[in-house]
């Protein structure tokens, strides 16, 4: 397979693993930027992550607009992608949910979210709540045009999630694989977080070097990355569709500057 | 497929949604207004949602009564939908369950269940409490007549929910797909709404011109509503039922007069 | 088929239902009274409901012991329905289980299980926390002789349910049917009065009328209780193991009194 | 077969019920003593648990490498593994996991992780709490070298487990069997503990008389305890692999010097 064919592959197994995760149901959505064209992304036509396949991967420009119209409905939403690849060129994949364990964060203003376990340590030591109403009043909260996206990626600056008040989140991250697994753990460290502030007393949350530790250890395929993929890829019924980066095709969307950490 | 038989295919599917989604158990029951006949609605015999099939669908009038009695058992509490569809011209399906993460807020009262996320803005800036108590004292807590079916009716006002103390709640929409989306966005948007609290200090909720700007946009079959409709159905192994607007045959049950949102 | 026969096969029913609604695991067990001898039970050997098949059921006497000894291996825990049954000549079914969210309410003080909602009405007005301790010093905390098992049946007096201290419960009832959605609904009781807890405000408990004309209703073959049966069986995977009473099999151990009731 | 074949399948069973459970996800992992070498153990080579296969795994030393380097990719964290087999010749298995309900007693120093139920009295009165930080300053968190393992086995000492900030838990035991159980009972006993808290009032613990008399009567191999290997392997879908110990082959990693206790 050609590696665009195999990023498109790979962007159908990231569908469907973030449906068996439950970080997406109906809604939600992720992409990928082009291999070939920075200034272009793929990502799903208008359809439940869980349904999706190779043959409904639609290409769209920074505006958030298709390269090639072919009259299929796209994601009201967008937008959120579009801006966020516009405005971080070290951004190559992006995922926008709604994972139920993310909200409260957004609502309540008691509590920040940050990393209290190792797997969430790629929140960053800060996760900015981005609020619609600020800056457009009242709307019905979905980014549907690019100034919104803009105006979310301006919050989002150079982390790599932004809550979004009642509504969601969204994830920015070096590979297809990164922002999955970003995007997995996140709820699960909100859990922990939520539950350790019901348990009382002092929180340990993760330090500074702590997370830069783990960030410098990161690489999309080392063994311990990969064997997650696999695992969440073979949970969500399409192991068949793995290809291992030693297959002999190249992953140009993925930065290999890191050495390996799980 | 006539409308009418398409409408008795939907009310299946609705059916076994609300199961997968646990939303309804063995109780809990959805109906749909009858599209030639305002004053009759259809809904199953009593039988669980998730074992429902088109021959188990009955006609019933707004007093409760099938339309034709072929002997077969009914629901108890039919008469919250007669009594529903009595006092609401303007409503078009109804569901009544039991979803347990919507019980605490009719039995504590130290908060009220409002909207904090986009998706549970259907159920309106105000959820009003049915106490069966009230006016009909100590009873088994069912409505199991039409006065007390006209009594939850008269509390859900205008509204598109009521909650009933210790026992669940019943929604009112303008189409089956309404229905069914307001009432398992229901449970989670209580979900958000009692973590939020978990996490201390202020709460954000939906404003009144968010819940105005997202009922504006609202149409049952746009892209984004069809999508989760489409994504639950297959969820819940009747995607094979599903019979699109556009595939010729009208939906008279569906008011068409907004314009489309997720 | 025979009476005993029928019977035998709901008890394989009544324990892969108990099974697949986790209120059991590999511990935790179902019991129901001989129809042609009150002072035998039939239970399974030991192993986990889940496998439980109709050569697995076993009779053993009031004392617990087996009438006939094939050298299986029986329950540890089998006092605690030889125990019941021979207080309690009305009962006709018990189990006892572990179902997590049980758990608290027999740990913490500061709360006592009370029915909230209308499905827990059946737990009456008085749940009993039985603690092994106080008779028994320090032990294993298991049931597993007659005397322990008398001292619970005392604890459990005229009431459906006993909580057992850091260990689980034990409901006794008047069928198979009724001790099941007793158990089943127990949890979700629980779970509901917790979260409401949470919430704040004061708790609207179900009042002692509303559990009388609950009680006064039931009758475990009316359509409202064979529609949960029919459910669960079918949700168990073991729907063609069901045989209606109206199939011309009496059902002896039953009482009939009543009217029926969800 | 062997008692070694015979053991490496009982392997492949816990790797794959500690999956099904949610004790492990694609991080996590399990393993045995070798019943020839006590200096030696058996572990999956890096793999999800739920992948695993009796092909899969490998043969290490106490110092965590290889005994035969055929260049598969091993666990990062395998010294936790190694350096409990070294400090404790009594313990025949060892699981270390993130399973999610741990985590907060590990996080927040307001409540201790200690029995509350029955199933958890094996994790025994004290569990404590090992910071990596405490010796090793700013880290990724893992344990990736024998000496930061010999510090956790340390900390965990003479007890049967110890939480690891920010991270997870480490369980030692005396065979596979119980090494699953108790991690399997782990965050159900944590469960507990924060929702009875959450009751308010005094919790009661397990004495310490209970559990010891807990453990007096504890057998790998007692019906009991067979009873939810049994179910959770059918459960795992890996029924098929099971082998009794009855059937002829000596399991020699199994202690049996004491009485049988579910």
């Known amino acids: 397979m050609s590696s665009l064919d195999t990023l498109m592959q790979d962007l159908v197994i990231a569908n469907r693993i973030l449906a068996k995760e439950d970080v997406v149901d109906a809604y939600g959505h992720v992409s990928v930027r082009h291999p070939d064209d920075p200034k272009r992304f793929l990502i799903a036509r208008s359809l439940a992550p869980d349904l999706v396949g190779p043959e409904d991967i639609v290409e769209l420009d920074l505006g958030g607009q298709p390269t ?117 753990y996140l709820p699960r460290n909100a859990r922990a977080l939520m539950r350790a502030k019901q348990l009382g007393g002092d929180i340990k949350y993760l330090s500074q070097g702590e997370i830069d530790a783990r960030n410098r250890g990161y690489r999309p395929y080392s063994p311990e990355t990969w064997r997650t993929w696999e695992y969440w890829a073979n949970k969500a019924g399409c192991g068949h569709l793995l290809t291992r980066p030693d297959d002999g095709h190249a992953h140009p969307h993925i930065r290999r500057d890191n050495a390996g950490l799980q």
Chains 1, 2, 3, 4 share one sequence.
């Not at 364990?101 to 008691?110: N, S």
């Open 68 to 184: 090639r119209d072919d009259g299929r409905s796209l994601y009201l939403e967008r937008f959120i992608h579009a801006a966020i690849f516009e405005a971080r060129p070290d951004v190559m994949a992006v995922v926008h949910a709604h994972a139920e364990d993310t909200l409260p964060f957004g609502i309540a203003d008691g509590t920040r979210l940050r990393p209290v376990i190792h797997s969430g340590s790629f929140i960053g030591i800060e996760v900015p709540v981005w609020d619609i109403a600020d800056r457009f009043g009242d709307t019905n909260l979905l980014v549907t045009n690019i100034e919104q996206g803009r105006d979310l990626a301006k919050c989002l600056g150079a982390n790599s999630v932004a809550l979004m008040r009642g509504h969601g989140f969204a994830t920015a991250a070096r590979s297809l694989i990164e922002v999955v697994r970003l995007s997995v």
